[in-house]
């Protein structure tokens, strides 16, 4: 029973914290005088969906095991293997193979700034971008840790990720997609 109630609790909050703000703002009424209002919707509410469908996705593998260079749930998949497929299947976006690769191809950002469907780095084996998981909001990502684990929803709060943040990244739009996280 406690399996399934965390990644309803998550859903929630990520709905709420998704959500498209109420109102217009300057920006919506700029746009709205030169007829870019629709097409202004249609790109916020894409990447909402696809953020939010790949933070769903990855939940979904919540409870497969770790496995060292594994990149699927038959087998298991490690950190970066994780990551990579669920860019890849939800988001179409092949991201390179190891986490510091993934680190190098993605646009740095500010710990403040992220929002669910971010990578997040932390060096786990006293190298930099040495792990990787996706950030689904709150202060908690999900990730594939290590030998003998399971995909799993953690707390970037926690002393042991605090000490050990790397960074984080947003992945870039592909060839006129859109970002695949963001507003």
Not at 4 to 13: D, E, G, N, R
Not at 63 to 81: H, M
Not at 114 to 133: E, I, Q
Request: net charge positive; glycine share 12%; with cysteine.
């Amino acid at each position: 029973m406690r399996f399934f109630l965390l990644p309803a609790c998550l859903l929630i909050a990520f709905a709420a914290h998704a959500a498209p703000p109420q109102g217009t703002d300057e920006l919506d009424q700029s746009l709205a005088g030169k007829g870019l209002m629709g097409q202004f919707h249609q790109v916020r509410q894409t990447v909402v969906d696809r953020t939010s469908d790949l933070v769903v996705t990855a939940i979904g593998f919540l409870g497969v095991p770790y496995r060292r260079g594994g990149n699927n749930a038959e087998t298991g998949f490690d950190c970066s293997g994780f990551v990579r497929a669920m860019y890849n299947q939800t988001v179409g976006h092949l991201l390179p193979r190891r986490a510091v690769e993934q680190a190098a191809a993605t646009e740095k950002i500010d710990r403040s700034e992220l929002k669910p469907g971010d990578l997040v780095f932390f060096n786990t084996m006293r190298r930099a971008f040495s792990h990787v998981g996706i950030y689904v909001g709150d202060g908690k990502f999900i990730h594939s840790p290590k030998p003998g684990a399971e995909v799993r929803v953690e707390d970037m709060t926690g002393s042991y990720w605090q000490r050990r943040f790397d960074g984080a990244r947003r992945v870039l739009a592909a060839q006129g997609e859109v970002k695949g996280s963001g507003d």
